[in-house]
């Protein structure tokens, strides 16, 4: 049950884009259509952003967009505002029916 | 609305127990799986159990099997974590949450409760 693998670190200035990868391996990422990303403010509990690779829940805005490839999992958030700074996580259904998360991501806003 | 509130966490010596509970409303609480989920303090997320949503399939991660019991009481649509032969490094906040609807995917997170392992 390894964590997945996120970026410690990303920045981007406002308007612009960034993309934050999750690898992981055949037993969770590459095996199912099954990852999640989080976003967590400090102090707060996290919040579902996307899930099943690249579907939005509703009221989450349409500048954030999720894609996989192989065992590799990505979050793109474009037009970046200063609320999006915060710490993102990934997470993934595993094939012993379990869940894996990512070790997060901080995003800064410049 | 979904609400998950969790309660009994607190600080507590090693090798003893704590049972933590995790009340839920808005939503049928009988139909879906629940997961607890903690975060060390300035550290990322680490996911602990799950429980279906009948309470026949429990799943756990290597670091609390066999010290970690999860469970449910649909009747009152709570849910429970049994922590026995707790260490310092279970020293966390504990979050409650719930899967989608068909999908294994967390979408809904209470505002968790912090366990404190310390002598």
């Known amino acids: 049950q390894s964590a997945l693998t996120q970026p410690a670190s990303v920045s981007g200035s406002p308007g612009q884009s960034i993309a934050i990868s999750c690898t992981g391996t055949?037993?969770?990422?590459?095996?199912?259509?099954?990852v999640s990303w989080y976003q967590q403010h400090p102090g707060k509990a996290p919040k579902l952003m996307i899930y099943?690779?690249?579907n939005r829940p509703s009221g989450v805005p349409d500048r954030f967009s999720g894609s996989k490839s192989g065992n590799t999992a990505s979050l793109t958030i474009s037009g970046l505002q200063a609320e999006d700074e915060a710490d993102y996580y990934c997470?993934?259904?595993?094939?012993?029916?379990?869940?894996?998360f990512g070790g997060g991501t901080k995003l800064t806003v410049l | 609305q979904v609400q998950l509130a969790e309660s009994g966490g607190g600080v507590v010596q090693p090798g003893r127990s704590l049972r933590l509970s995790c009340a839920a409303s808005?939503?049928?609480?009988?139909?879906?799986?629940i997961h607890w989920v903690r975060q060390a303090p300035g550290k990322g997320l680490e996911w602990v159990a799950v429980?279906?949503?009948?309470?026949?399939?429990?799943y756990y991660a290597d670091s609390v099997k066999g010290r970690f019991t999860i469970s449910r009481d649909n009747s009152k649509n709570t849910l429970y974590l049994q922590m026995n032969s707790l260490r310092a490094e279970d020293t966390a906040v504990y979050y409650c949450?719930?899967?989608?609807?068909?999908?294994?995917?967390?979408?809904?997170w209470g505002q968790g409760t912090l366990v404190s392992v310390s002598s």
């Open positions: 949450a719930k899967d989608m609807s068909g999908v294994p995917s967390i979408d809904y």
């Open positions: 808005g939503f049928t609480f009988s139909t879906y799986g």
């Open positions: 429980i279906s949503y009948d309470g026949s399939d429990k």
């Open positions: 055949s037993s969770d990422i590459g095996g199912y259509n099954y």
């Open positions: 099943e690779v690249s």
């Open positions: 997470s993934s259904y595993t094939s012993s029916n379990t869940r894996v």
